[in-house]
């Protein structure tokens, strides 16, 4: 069985993503697929008061939140999945989490940017792609 990554940000890119992946899944049932939040780590500042404990709550809540509207295509239509969220810089967990899920994808949504602004700063799809050694489709 192939298990497909899809790493969910919320923005509309992200879910054209999840329903490109949800079509995939429909047409070739065998086919697992993970959704990954990334998240900001927290500031030093905002740790200060917290305990483990907590700081691991505030995470799995707002990755919760952010995922909620790919869960609802994915439930909606029927398809099951895991979910899972990741806390560091998106590119580099997203890499991780394809190595030791084992999988053989990713489907992601793009921003669009332009070249200008790409060659400049990059991007998490541009450099997903230089990270992973599995196939990468982006949705723009």
């Known amino acids: 069985m192939k298990k497909i990554l899809v790493p969910f940000d ?3 890119n992200a879910l054209r993503a999840v329903r490109y992946a949800a079509t995939a899944v ?28 907590e ?16 869960r609802q295509i994915l439930d909606q239509a029927g398809i099951p999945y895991q979910a899972r969220y990741r806390v560091g810089a998106a590119a580099s967990e997203i890499a991780t989490q394809v190595h030791e899920a084992g999988c053989d994808g990713v489907v992601m949504g793009t921003r669009g940017m332009g070249p200008i602004a790409n ?3 990059g991007s998490v799809a541009t450099r997903v792609v230089h990270l992973v050694e599995v196939p990468v489709i982006l949705i723009k």
């Open 10 to 12: 919320g923005s509309h």
């Open 26 to 53: 429909q047409e070739k049932p065998t086919l697992e697929l993970e959704l990954l939040h990334v998240l900001d780590p927290m500031s030093l500042r905002s740790h200060a008061t917290l305990t483990n404990e």
């Open 55 to 70: 700081i691991h709550d505030l995470y799995a809540s707002e990755a919760d939140r952010v995922l909620q509207p790919a």
């Open 119 to 121: 060659v400049m700063i």
